[in-house]
């Protein structure tokens, strides 16, 4: 029954306690809580006391910040409860002070808030009285009178208050009553009062049981055995100097420094007099600080001591004489503070990762600055050494914001190391400093920017198709995605062809292909633009102009424009027979249509009905007599004449030239004979038209009889220019390269309508620059005299035959 009414005692005062706490309505929060309550526990809702959002605590990083190394109590952020998070036990807090409490600070960010949080421990009844030995020796005389008193050591508990010794109980005997007293502190000790005398020759030793009683819930009790020897009377006890020694002790002290010295004396003589120290009930950790001299009363510091962990010792010091009668002091220790604590930072919240596009005056952490020391050791000052675009602002009490000062550029600098500096204003001062790294996120604020202003891309005509052409780089500065290039076309046309059909670009290294193969004689260059676009959000993007060269490529035979071949027609020029060496007799005029080197023409007589009559210029074309013509020479001549190109490799054309001997139209229709030895009869039809148109060709017979009479009269006329082509010959796009074999396409001509057989008919064409010899001149020929050029066409698939004469 007893353990049960243990327990229900127990609960009734736990609960009592709960029902007690309360909260302080000026702002901040005091509870009053029992000690030794469960882990989880909840104290009170400190969401609730402060008017605070309980579902917000979590995002505003709520946390409780105390100087201790243990945190007793925690914040549950899902329910804003303050609840007991270490086992707290008064007694290893606040000892046998009579108050004892915990303080803490709440801190909440955004914005940042301080509340102050008090708890107030009450003492539970969890310690038992106890004696200081486990036997009290007294040795009493058997003189010793009625009523006479002996003090005892008295009982020590570590509870308080009501919890602590409340009273004492003997037990039962036949020589002693107990009387119980107060000592000044509020302490209780016992005193054996003598009822009977005592007769050593009856009984030299008496054994009582004393027992001490606390005033907790349950009651709890320590007891001890007083061994009494009977001697002789000693009726003077010591007595100390003082009733309470106080001293100061500065922390840090070195050790076997002399704290203070107690004395007492004892009015006896003898061994009665002689007075021995020892220190009273101590807890272990005291009696490794402090050691007591037994014969002269000296206290020595034997350990150290720190004014930050405990700042008063309290020790209770006896003087025994040498019969055993005792008697108390207290010693009282201040320790005084020195600045040996130098401050420290603790980096509550920091944002690492810093976009660089925030606003000056941006807060991006939050320091706290703590001092252990006392007073004016533990000022302290704060700042950043570097010259960094951050600085720290004072907030509430002993917190620092971290605040930008400038705009940031990553580009510029992306990290940050600050070293934070505290010192504190004691004598002399102590510091402390913290590094931070700060990294400044990227923002794509840089466009691409290529490395040229443009680019020129130069590739040979019939190129293969995907064949790379050039490169296009640019850079951006921004970071990962936001600096990664993509590239592209920009849309257009050449020629009215979209450039997607002639060029592609490779998106990630910015290389250009050829899509298909180009014609330099379509087109010789264009222009594109290529765009840069980053990958950030948004994207950014810069244009660049790239210039297309195609270059030429000897893939172009050269184009014989004269004489022209016209399907089974002939082309036949009169040369006079008179003609000397050196005189012009016809010109092959030929074009090429690449450019360059490729369309630099020369001319070879490949094949001639007498190879020594005639020569070709060889980059005029112009064919002239090598020799003077003479009658033995054959009147037609046939020259087959190659044209070829500097190309590599070169490319060549040839084409039949046909030249008659002759002064005398008459003999035109002998030609027949020449170029058309196998061509077929002129169909019946053909015969038709020609008689129908008989008598009007008869009239025309006799004007180029009458023609020729006169010229014989007159010296033969020399050849020396250049033959006069039609512009029509010319095709387009074809290259003129003066010197090399092209034309110049302005000409004039004069009709003339000739005589000749039923089945031809002749054009004669004079040119302006024509010039004829006086009579009394001779025959040669100066290098700027014109000659005349007869031309004959012969064609057998129409119904005519037309003679042209250039003269």
């Not at 130069?458 to 850079?475: D, F, H, I, L, Q």
């Not at 007589?605 to 074309?621: A, E, Q, R, W, Y």
């Amino acid at each position: 029954m007893g353990y049960i009414g243990f327990k229900v005692h127990a609960f009734v005062f736990h609960l009592f306690y709960c029902l007690c706490l309360m909260r302080i309505t000026n702002g901040d929060v005091s509870y009053s809580v029992p000690e030794e309550m469960k882990r989880g526990s909840v104290i009170g809702n400190i969401a609730k006391d402060l008017g605070l959002d309980a579902k917000r605590l979590s995002a505003r990083k709520a946390r409780l910040e105390e100087d201790g190394t243990k945190r007793h109590c925690d914040i549950n952020l899902n329910t804003g409860a303050l609840v007991v998070a270490e086992r707290i036990d008064r007694e290893q807090l606040c000892g046998l002070a009579l108050s004892c409490g915990l303080t803490y600070e709440m801190v909440l960010e955004n914005p940042l808030e301080l509340h102050r949080i008090t708890l107030q421990i009450q003492d539970v009844n969890d310690n038992s009285p106890q004696f200081a030995d486990d036997v009290i020796n007294l040795e009493i005389r058997e003189s010793a009178d009625k009523g006479e008193r002996f003090p005892i050591n008295e009982a020590q508990d570590a509870d308080i208050g009501q919890n602590a010794v409340q009273s004492y109980s003997l037990q039962r005997n036949g020589h002693f009553v107990l009387n119980v007293h107060t000592n000044r502190d509020g302490g209780k000790y016992s005193e054996l009062v003598l009822e009977n005398e005592l007769d050593r020759e009856q009984q030299q030793e008496v054994t009582l049981l004393l027992t001490a009683v606390d005033g907790g819930t349950p009651q709890r009790s320590g007891s001890v055995v007083i061994h009494v020897t009977v001697f002789d009377a000693n009726d003077n006890i010591p007595v100390f100097t003082q009733d309470v020694y106080r001293v100061s002790l500065p922390e840090n002290s070195p050790l076997g420094t002399v704290i203070a010295t107690v004395s007492a004396t004892d009015a006896d003589e003898g061994t009665y007099g002689e007075v021995t120290y020892d220190l009273g009930r101590v807890s272990d950790n005291v009696k490794k600080l402090f050691q007591l001299d037994s014969k002269i009363g000296s206290l020595t510091l034997t350990g150290p001591v720190d004014y930050e962990e405990k700042s008063l010792y309290e020790l209770r010091v006896l003087a025994k004489d040498g019969a055993g009668l005792v008697s108390y002091t207290k010693v009282l220790i201040d320790i005084t503070d020195i600045n040996d604590n130098a401050p420290l930072i603790f980096i509550k919240s920091l944002t690492n990762q810093i976009p660089e596009n925030v606003l000056p005056g941006t807060e991006v952490g939050i320091i706290n600055v703590q001092d252990k020391d006392s007073e004016g050791n533990r000022q302290v000052r704060c700042s950043i050494q570097q010259n960094v675009p951050f600085k720290l602002n004072p907030s509430i009490k002993n917190y620092y914001s971290l605040v930008t000062t400038s705009e940031l550029d990553r580009e510029i600098m992306s990290d940050y190391n600050l070293t934070i500096i505290a010192t504190d204003e004691g004598s002399p001062p102590l510091s402390f400093s913290k590094s931070i790294h700060l990294s400044v996120s990227d923002v794509n604020d840089n466009p691409p920017v290529f490395e040229e202003q443009s680019y020129s891309a130069y590739v040979t005509e019939n190129n293969k198709p995907g064949s790379s052409m050039c490169s296009v780089t640019a850079r951006d500065p921004d970071w990962r995605q936001n600096g990664t290039v993509v590239y592209s076309l920009l849309p257009s046309e050449v020629n009215g062809v979209p450039v997607s059909s002639f060029l592609s670009i490779n998106g990630d290294t910015g290389v250009i292909h050829a899509v298909r193969a180009f014609d330099y004689e379509q087109f010789r260059s264009f222009k594109v633009h290529v765009v840069g676009r980053d990958n950030g959000s948004p994207p950014l993007s810069s244009n660049v102009a790239v210039s297309v060269f195609i270059t030429d490529e000897n893939d172009n035979s050269p184009q014989i424009l004269y004489p022209a071949p016209a399907g089974n027609s002939l082309m036949t020029e009169m040369v006079p027979k008179a003609a000397l060496a050196g005189s012009l007799v016809s010109k092959v005029i030929a074009v090429e249509a690449d450019s360059g080197q490729n369309a630099w023409l020369s001319y070879h007589i490949v094949k001639s009905t007498d190879p020594g009559l005639f020569t070709i210029g060889l980059h005029s074309g112009e064919i002239r007599a090598q020799r003077d013509i003479s009658e033995s020479d054959s009147m037609k001549q046939n020259l087959l004449i190659s044209v070829k190109d500097n190309g590599q490799p070169s490319l060549s054309t040839t084409c039949d030239v046909y030249l008659l001997i002759s002064d005398n139209l008459a003999e035109v229709p002998e030609l027949k004979d020449m170029a058309y030895e196998d061509s077929s009869k002129v169909t019946s039809y053909l015969i038709i038209a020609l008689v129908s148109v008989s008598t009007f060709f008869l009239t025309f017979i006799i004007l180029i009889l009458a023609v020729r009479f006169c010229r014989r009269r007159k010296p033969r006329m020399l050849f020396d220019g250049a033959v006069a082509i039609p512009s029509a010959y010319f095709p387009p796009n074809y290259a003129e390269v003066d010197g090399a074999g092209t034309l110049h396409s302005s000409y004039n001509y004069d009709a003339y309508l000739t005589t000749g057989s039923h089945t031809s008919d002749f054009k004669f064409a004079r040119s302006y620059n024509d010039s004829t010899l006086q009579a009394d001149q001779t025959l040669k020929r100066s290098p700027n005299e014109p000659f005349e050029e007869n031309i004959i066409t012969f064609n057998t698939s129409e119904s005519e035959v037309r003679f042209h004469s250039f003269m």
